[in-house]
């Protein structure tokens, strides 16, 4: 699996106007630790379908969402929620390390049956 890359001429489309939580790799192909987090980004962007999307954006063939951005090293890494930044990071990290920069943000997880048993169950009365 590999990211969904975003451009600036899609980045308000992909991300600003998302429903749900967008993780944006600001990366560049020379960039050794981009290229080191890549697989992690892949992991979480699996892992974490139902509760974020992750997308990359190339710097160097897109610099004018970078530079609104004030993207100045890579990998930057920046959790957009409702078309605005939520919490931004920069360099290459371990997976639990990025979930726990991100967790605070997103939306908190129901386990399949949980789920199934509250949309069945509906709301109780007291």
Known sequence: ???TATTDATFTADVLDSPVP????FTASWCPPCVMIAPVLD???ADE???LRVVSLDVDVHPATAAKYQVMGMPTLALFIDGEVAVRFMG?????????L???H????QPVAQAAAGAVGGARST
Do not use: T
């Open 1 to 3: 699996m590999s990211l």
């Open 22 to 25: 967008v993780l944006v790799d």
């Open 43 to 45: 992991r979480i962007a």
């Open 49 to 51: 379908a139902e509760r």
């Open 92 to 100: 290459a990290k371990p997976r639990a390390a990025i979930m726990a």
């Open 102 to 104: 991100l967790e605070p």
């Open 106 to 109: 997103l939306p908190v997880a």
